[in-house]
Nanobody, 125 residues
Framework: QVQLVESGGGLVQAGGSLRLSCAAS????????MGWFRQAPVKEREFVAA????????YYADSVKGRFTISRDNAKNTMYLQMNSLKPEDTAVYYC??????????????????WGQGTQVTVSS
């Protein structure tokens, strides 16, 4: 199995940027497709972005396309989410997740096997 720890959240003004990191330990990181999800208060957890095991394929929710970039460094066992042009509606707890069965990361949170504890992102207007 793998353990995931997110970092990099915080408070930022609208239009600003943040970079989230997800550090993995345990089983070989490159064995997992990875994803980012977020959950705002009284809302369901929603898909943000996903990346394949090699990092060569990425997929984004329409709401973040063109503003967020997902990437991974398998040598460092770390995944990233670069978030630019942040909006107040991006405010949420952001979670990273690992899928041990798929090669390409999916959009359904139910298919992911391991989760981090989350990091809070707050965007002020």
């Amino acid at each position: 199995q793998v353990q995931l720890v997110e970092s990099g959240g915080g408070l930022v003004q609208a239009g600003g940027s943040l970079r989230l990191s997800c550090a993995a330990s345990g089983r070989t990181f490159s064995s997992y497709a990875m994803g980012w999800f977020r959950q705002a208060p009284v809302k369901e957890r929603e898909f943000v972005a996903a990346i394949s095991r090699s990092g060569g394929s990425t997929y984004y929710a329409d709401s973040v396309k063109g503003r967020f970039t997902i990437s991974r460094d398998n040598a460092k066992n770390t995944m990233y989410l670069q978030m630019n042009s942040l909006k107040p509606e991006d405010t949420a707890v952001y979670y990273c997740a690992a899928d041990q069965d798929a090669y390409y990361g999916g959009t359904d949170y139910a298919q992911y096997d391991y989760w981090g504890q989350g990091t809070q992102v707050t965007v002020s207007s």
